[in-house]
Structure formats: structure tokens, C-alpha cells
């Protein structure tokens, strides 16, 4: 499988980004997604996962109330909308698939397809 993620860029502290992800080369609503985001140094983060259907998300502490992540089945895409950047939310933001119709976790080893990234930089 395939993920193609889009819409990182700069912006400043308190704007809002949507980022995109269009998968390929499986079965799509068979997996559950999720948001991943790295910065050097340390480890990947899980930072919000949906449900194959989309009727259940989760979020990590640092999300929770700021992001929401959001999927089209018929178009193959999820998003994570980000509102209220913080500087630390700078990093590498990597959509991930996993593949199973009762799990959705921000557990990396769950995930078996990875994208490229797009780079999120949010100024002070």
C-alpha cells in the first residue's frame, strides 16, 4: 500500500493547518488511520486514529480538543485538521494505515503501511 501525505507548510503560532492523506494499493476502508509526527531526536508519536468507518477516533493528551482527524472512504483520504498550533507541535506529520475492522490505537507497531511525511513548522 501507498500513502501520499500533503498540506504541511509554516504558519504561526494559533493558525490552523489541514493536512491530507490519499492512500492506494488496498482495500482502504478495511484499515483504520492514524497521524503520526516525529521531530529529531526522538521517537514517533501517535497523535490521533480512526476507525475503518470513521464512528470512533482517538487522541493523544497534546491533540485532544485542538485536532480533529477525519476520513473519506470513497475518496481513499484522511485528514487531520490542526487548529491552535503550538510551536511544539513542529515535526514531520506521517499518515499511517492499519489494517483490521475492531482496532484503531496510536501503537506504531499496529501500523503497516507508512507515507513519506509533510513537514508542519509553526513559528513563535
Known amino acids: 500500500g501507498q500513502l501520499v501525505e500533503s498540506g504541511g507548510g509554516l504558519v504561526q503560532t494559533g493558525g490552523s493547518l489541514r493536512l491530507s492523506c490519499l492512500a492506494s494499493?488496498?482495500?482502504?476502508?478495511?484499515?483504520?488511520m492514524g497521524w503520526f509526527r516525529q521531530v529529531p531526536g526522538k521517537g514517533r508519536e501517535g497523535v490521533a486514529a480512526i476507525s475503518w468507518n470513521g464512528e470512533a477516533t482517538t487522541y493523544s493528551n497534546s491533540a485532544k480538543g485542538r485536532f480533529i482527524i477525519s476520513r473519506d472512504n470513497a475518496k481513499n483520504m484522511v485528514y487531520l485538521e490542526m487548529d491552535s498550533l503550538e510551536p511544539e507541535d513542529t515535526a514531520m506529520y506521517y499518515c499511517?494505515?492499519?489494517?483490521?475492522?475492531?482496532?484503531?490505537?496510536?501503537?506504531?507497531?499496529?501500523?503497516?503501511?507508512w507515507g513519506k511525511g509533510t513537514q508542519v513548522t509553526v513559528s513563535s
Open positions: 499511517a494505515a492499519g489494517e483490521g475492522l475492531n482496532d484503531y490505537d496510536l501503537l506504531r507497531l499496529h501500523y503497516a503501511f
Open positions: 494499493g488496498f482495500v482502504f476502508d478495511e484499515f483504520f
